[in-house]
Nanobody, 114 residues
Framework: QVQLVESGGGLVQPGGSLRLSCAAR????????MGWYRQAPGNERELVAR???????IYADSVKGRFIISRDNAKNTVYLQMNSLKPEDTAVYLC????????WGQGTQVTVSS
């Protein structure tokens, strides 16, 4: 199992940027496809971006062209650079493997508001 610790969220104005980090502890991080998920109040959790062990990325249509996922296998860390943020991006952001194989971390709150 992998323990996951997300950070980097906060309050940002529409059009702003944030960079999220997810530190994975335990197991073999580099063996997993990793993803960033988000959950807004009243909504189901959705996968917004994923990255393979070799760096191939896939994005949900809602974030394509605005978000960039990356990973540093040496640091057991996955990142999400979020640009041109919109109010509808407001959610708790969490990372996990794809498919999900670990317990969820606490996530990091992202609020986009003027």
């Amino acid at each position: 199992q992998v323990q996951l610790v997300e950070s980097g969220g906060g309050l940002v104005q529409p059009g702003g940027s944030l960079r999220l980090s997810c530190a994975a502890r335990g197991s073999i991080f580099s063996a997993y496809v990793m993803g960033w998920y988000r959950q807004a109040p009243g909504n189901e959790r959705e996968l917004v971006a994923r990255i393979s062990r070799g760096g191939i990325t896939i994005y949900a249509d809602s974030v394509k062209g605005r978000f960039i996922i990356s990973r540093d296998n040496a640091k057991n860390t996955v990142y999400l650079q979020m640009n041109s943020l919109k109010p509808e991006d407001t959610a708790v952001y969490l990372c996990n493997s794809v498919p999900i194989q670990s317990a969820w971390g606490q996530g990091t709150q992202v609020t986009v508001s003027s």
